[in-house]
């Protein structure tokens, strides 16, 4: 069992920054990879970045390439995704997730088994 504990988050304006991160305990995810998904209200949960065992490879949702940047620090059984340039439209719960059955491109929420608890980003216009 991996347990993951999100922290960062809140209200930022428009074009503004946040960075979050994402720390494991239990049995160790350095052979997994990361992803980060987010939920806006009525909408279904949605893929934003992922990050490979290693942390050499990414991969990376249309709509926060180039904005946003997912690292990871197998040492620190940590992993991070730093946003940039956010939009009020980037406002949603965002949680890290990982797992065994999820590949660098995995973008199914399924094939993750283990979550964060999630945490609140308010993009204010």
């Known amino acids: 069992q991996v347990h993951l504990v999100e922290s960062g988050g809140g209200l930022v304006q428009a074009g503004g920054s946040l960075r979050f991160s994402c720390a494991a305990s239990?049995?160790?995810?350095?052979?997994?990879?990361v992803a980060w998904f987010r939920q806006s209200p009525g909408k279904e949960r949605e893929f934003v970045a992922s990050i490979s065992w290693s942390g050499s490879l990414t991969y990376y949702a249309d709509s926060v390439k180039g904005r946003f940047t997912i690292s990871r620090d197998n040492a620190k059984n940590t992993a991070w995704l730093q946003m940039d340039s956010l939009k009020p439209e980037d406002t949603a719960i965002y949680s890290c997730a990982t797992g065994e059955r999820a590949a660098l491109t995995s973008t199914r929420v399924k094939r993750f088994d283990f979550w964060g608890q999630g945490t609140q980003v308010t993009v204010s216009s």
């Open positions: 239990g049995r160790s995810f350095t052979d997994y990879p």
